[in-house]
């Protein structure tokens, strides 16, 4: 199901509110009831479960080797996510690397 399905589904009304919610700025919608998040909760935050990032269609060009492993080894043949995960986590270690060394300069 699409996003134009969905809002085939909504009633008039219910869409009507949603329009008027997406028109308000940050600044005119009342947050006081929420309480900020501490830094042990931004620590141990985690995606949820139904998190998935939008995704673009790509040519790269990689040894034959490599796509001949990650074909092989992927579960259920999903190759192409296996090396996105791979890529994902090199770019979460990177990231740290780097933070580390701002922190130490």
């Known amino acids: 199901m699409n996003a134009a399905d969905i ?15 997406a028109e308000m700025s940050d600044d005119d919608i009342d947050t006081s009831d929420i309480p900020e998040l501490s830094e042990e909760q931004m620590a141990n ?4 479960p139904h998190f998935r990032p939008f995704k673009a269609p790509i040519t790269i060009r990689l040894d034959i080797d490599i796509i001949g492993w990650f074909k092989e080894n ?32």
Request: cysteine-free; proline content about 2%.
């Open 45 to 48: 935050g985690h995606r949820g």
């Open 74 to 105: 992927a579960e259920d043949g999903k190759y192409q996510s296996e090396i996105n995960r791979v890529l994902r986590q090199h770019m979460a270690e990177a990231g740290n690397k780097t933070s580390a060394s701002r922190k130490s300069a």
């Open 7 to 21: 809002k085939k589904e909504m009633s008039p009304e219910l869409q009507a509110e949603l329009q008027k919610l």
